[in-house]
Antibody
């Protein structure tokens, strides 16, 4: 069974750093892209970026480039989303999702349960 | 970057109604479009991929179609359990952006 299990909710102060995780199981972690998606309170889904754990090739949405760092550790089948200096506007639910691709098609077929990040002084 | 314009932002319908949501891409994306359902407090769930292909296990009342850069998502007969927010998402080129979402409510 494919599972993506994310780390638990976090509360931080502005300016603090944070790294959240997404642990994959039930498939070959290095063969699928993993994306991160932000959902601010009461808002829609925003595609942040994507990583291929096989070679750590990482792409970012222009909206998030330089604001976050996406990484992966294939030895423990985990992907990460990291902030060096959080802002109140980073308060959101963050989802990881596996990107399945077949021929020219592609879709997010498995999702983590989400990690709620709250940034408040 | 490709922009996805989804409408309406909210929709109220009765059980048994036919419901239609549209997404317009800012440029040609072929069939590279998916539809997701998100219920409150849950992760999104894939319903339709490649504009019109039904994901395994998804009820056949859900369907999708394409005309040029316009994409349509349809629920043929709305059920109470379909109450959710629906999103389109393209995968033509990075970034793989989502539409703004359509919140579906029961009238």
């Amino acid at each position: 069974e494919v599972l993506l299990v994310q780390s638990g909710a976090e509360v931080r102060k502005p300016g603090e750093s944070l790294k959240i995780s997404c642990k994959a199981s039930g498939y070959s972690f290095t063969n699928y892209w993993i994306a991160w998606v932000r959902q601010m309170p009461g808002k829609g889904l925003e595609w942040m970026g994507i990583i291929y754990p096989g070679d750590s090739d990482t792409r970012y949405s222009p909206s998030f480039q330089g604001q976050v760092t996406i990484s992966a550790d294939k030895s423990i089948s985990s992907a990460y989303l990291q902030w060096n200096s959080l802002r109140a506007s980073d308060t959101a639910m963050y989802f990881c999702a596996r990107f399945e691709s077949a021929h020219s098609s592609g879709w997010f077929d498995y999702w983590g349960q989400g990690t709620l990040v709250t940034v408040s002084s | 970057d490709i922009q996805m314009t989804q409408s309406p932002s909210s929709l109220s319908a009765s059980v048994g109604d036919r419901v239609t949501i549209t997404c317009q891409a800012s440029q040609d994306i072929s069939n590279f479009l998916n539809w997701y359902q998100q219920k409150p407090g849950k992760a999104p769930k894939l319903l339709i991929y490649d504009a019109a292909r039904l994901q395994t296990g998804v009820p056949s009342r859900f369907s999708g179609s394409r005309s040029g850069t316009d994409f349509t998502f349809t629920i043929s007969s709305l059920q109470a359990e379909d109450i959710a927010t629906y999103y389109c998402q393209h995968y033509d080129s990075l970034p793989y952006s989502f539409g703004q979402g359509t919140k579906l409510e029961i009238k």
